[in-house]
């Protein structure tokens, strides 16, 4: 995404705090990773990012750039998140485990499982905070009568509600959708 405004909304919406842990999906050329690193520095906290990112290619320059930086509180992980990203949040030392959280500009083919994925954690992250296809974040805080089975779900153990719109022009390349900003507050937390 290439709007600066709106990876700071995202990032704002974290409420990032001393200790958190921040899982990103699909970190691409690092824009929002380095908005994280800023706002982690600004605080002046300890807060620890692993980004998980399936493309072997941005997953290395990512890297190498955290590398470059002398950054030691960022992790950059190879492979496909809905692999990686359950065993990961299982092996978080206890003190991280009350404060994690997940954030993403996500590929949108992968929502809905995604969205299962994390609502079959036995420990839940504190926030979910993901860029979705528009139609995809209306349906996912739709109430009664509108409301479908994905909502249903979701709402069962979580609070969506839409932070801001995104046009298509904000990204690079441009996807054929517009998206939204979502944010997931845990039920029972």
Avoid: C
Wanted: proline share 7%; net charge positive.
């Amino acid at each position: 995404m290439k709007n600066i405004s709106k990876i700071k909304k995202i990032v704002k919406s974290l409420e990032l705090s001393p200790n958190d842990t921040v899982f990103e999906i699909g970190p691409g050329h690092g824009e929002l990773t380095e908005e994280l690193r800023r706002g982690i520095k600004d605080l002046g906290i300890q807060a620890k990012i692993i980004a998980i990112e399936k493309d072997e290619k941005l997953a290395d320059d990512l890297r190498l750039k955290i590398d470059d930086l002398g950054l030691t509180n960022i992790q950059i992980i190879n492979g496909d998140a809905l692999q990686k990203l359950p065993p990961l949040i299982v092996k978080l030392p206890n003190y991280r485990m009350t404060n994690y959280k997940i954030v993403g500009n996500i590929p949108y083919y992968i929502t809905g499982r995604l969205l299962r994925i994390l609502g079959d954690l036995k420990k839940k992250p504190k926030t979910i905070v993901l860029t979705v296809q528009k139609e995809v974040a209306e349906r996912i805080t739709a109430k009664p009568p509108q409301m479908n089975l994905l909502a249903a779900s979701v709402q069962f153990w979580a609070k969506p509600e839409i932070i801001d719109y995104i046009t298509k022009e904000s990204f690079e390349p441009p996807p054929e959708v517009d998206s939204a900003i979502i944010k997931l507050e845990i039920k029972n937390y």
